[in-house]
């Protein structure tokens, strides 16, 4: 099928690759030149597994890149809607980039249309995207708005996406859910999974994937509700985590004992420095707007928001007590991307921590994957780069580990130790056993769990944060 999808972020490029690899023909529309000419030029402007080998197989051919999306929609029998839904100040979804997308394709409807919002919306976007459309020309009839929430995770958007635990169409006609469920089909009946160039498969994909087809308002629901559930997962392990700080138990131990419970799962509890990235901040926030103008005032989600912000002040306050004064320190820091996988800096925990401690006067020195450029732009020339995570460490008071990459996980602490100043290891992400670290000479902080060192520590508790729970 011919389809176009407007918007090549981190969501729209995927979803456009993805759907080529499917079997269809797509426009990708962006209205950023720069992105467009680096697209054209076989550049891939983010950092995604699997993305660089499936633009390289449809580009030029089941794949165009265009900022006319007037000619997308003539072109195309379904649009996805794949633009940014950033907070407004207010904390609700800005939608203004949904709205000017939806008028421009209201021009350009000439024969039946499916417009279906791909971007994360609030429930009633799609009777408002409907009315800017019947505003602008089109007739009814002509066309249909549809919502199909994306539950792709950065780092492994192109996996989720070919193999998703479910797909949700949430459409008002049939008409309208024929077309989507004839978009998706290959992943539903599985023809896709067939193929011998299939991007392979991961642990735990349900194959083929189960199709959920709602009504639009249900689809627009389900994300919010899945985005604040996850979240509030996550709040929760770190309030226990803050719990097992106080009393001297290890949290890793209590997750397993949670996580073990089918009803609850182990997945989305894991303690750390909280959650962040261009979703699930904006999305709580949204949901909780929402929500309140329905005349629900959804307290939780404010509780669960609050333990996400208190878990970095927990996490700051934690390094000043290993090293008692922070100012001049020199800290060194493995991690910038708001999770393992990806170049995404948005809402990123690590840059956070990172503008707090050079405002206590702390000298950071840093070193991620995949970040640089998007972290320099941020943090201008506040902090320095590493190329290496052992550069990072060279000459540091204490080392900073705030984002999940794999390869933090495999350091060699050896090689690590000889470059610090001293041998001082702050986790956010409890990627190592505290026991490993204390034998090989480290005086290891994590969250939730005793910190363990070659020394006897001062007191039997986490030396970090006392009893006190607040800012
Ligand atoms: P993004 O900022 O990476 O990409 C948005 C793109 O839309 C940009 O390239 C921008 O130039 C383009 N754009 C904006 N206005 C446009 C217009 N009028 N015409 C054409 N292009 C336009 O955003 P993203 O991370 O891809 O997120 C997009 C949506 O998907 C959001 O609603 C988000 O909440 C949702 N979502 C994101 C993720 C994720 O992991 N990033 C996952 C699921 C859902």
């Given amino acids: 099928m011919q389809l176009a999808v407007v918007g090549s972020g981190y969501v729209g490029l995927v979803a456009g690759a993805c759907f080529a690899d499917l079997g269809h023909d797509v426009i990708v529309v962006d209205n950023d030149q720069k992105k467009l000419a680096a697209l054209n030029r076989g550049e891939v402007p983010i950092h995604e597994n699997f993305l660089p080998e499936l633009l390289e197989r449809h580009r030029g051919t089941r794949i ?47 024969s039946y249309k499916v417009v279906v919002e791909k971007s994360t919306v609030p429930v009633y976007t799609s009777d408002w995207v409907r009315k800017i459309i019947l505003r602008n020309g089109a007739e009814h009839g002509e066309f249909d708005v549809a919502s199909n929430p994306e539950f792709l995770r950065e780092g492994t958007a192109v996996t989720d996406f070919l193999y998703p635990d479910r797909i949700v169409i949430g459409a008002d006609t049939g ?96 303690p750390g420095i909280g959650y962040g990235g261009s979703c699930f901040p904006k999305d709580l926030m949204a949901f909780r707007s929402v929500a309140r103008e329905s005349g629900y005032d959804f307290r939780l989600l404010d509780e669960v928001m609050r333990i996400n912000e208190d878990q970095r002040v927990r996490f700051i ?23 393992g996988g990806t170049d995404d800096i948005r809402e990123s925990p690590s840059i956070l921590l990172i503008k707090s401690l050079l405002q206590e006067g702390c000298q950071v020195c840093a070193y991620d994957p995949a970040a640089h450029e998007r972290a320099k732009e941020e943090l201008n020339a506040s902090i320095d780069f590493a190329e290496t995570p052992y550069e990072a460490a060279r000459g540091a008071d204490a080392l900073l580990i705030l984002t999940e990459w794999e390869e933090f996980a495999a350091l060699d602490l050896r090689q690590l130790r000889s470059e610090m100043k001293y041998p001082i290891v702050i986790d956010g992400r409890n990627l190592y056993d505290p026991e490993i670290m204390a034998a090989a000479g480290y005086t290891y902080y994590s969250v939730g769990r005793p910190a363990a060192s070659p020394e006897p520590l001062p007191s039997a508790k986490t030396p970090t944060v006392g009893k006190k729970t607040h800012s």
């Fill in 317 to 339: 306050r934690k390094v000043r007590s290993a090293l008692w004064t922070l100012r001049g320190k020199k800290l060194g820091v493995l991690g910038l991307a708001f999770k």
């Fill in 175 to 270: 008409r309208c859910a024929a077309v989507l469920r004839e978009i998706y089909a290959p992943l539903v009946e599985g023809s896709y999974y067939l193929r011998p160039d299939v991007i392979p498969r991961p642990d735990r994909a349900q194959i083929p994937p189960p199709l959920i087809a709602t009504s639009a308002k249900s689809a627009e629901l389900i994300k919010h509700a899945s985005n604040a559930f996850l979240a509030m997962k996550i709040s929760f392990i770190n309030a226990v985590a803050s719990i097992c700080e106080s009393v001297g138990a290890n949290v890793q131990q209590v997750r397993e004992g949670i996580g073990t419970d089918t009803r609850i799962g182990s997945r989305f509890l894991n």
């Fill in 64 to 110: 165009r890149f265009s900022d006319d999306l007037q000619n997308a929609v003539r072109a195309s029998k379904a649009i996805f809607v794949a633009v940014g839904t950033p907070p407004t100040h207010q904390g609700e979804a800005d939608l203004s980039y949904v709205e000017s997308v939806a008028r421009g394709i209201a021009g350009a409807i000439d």
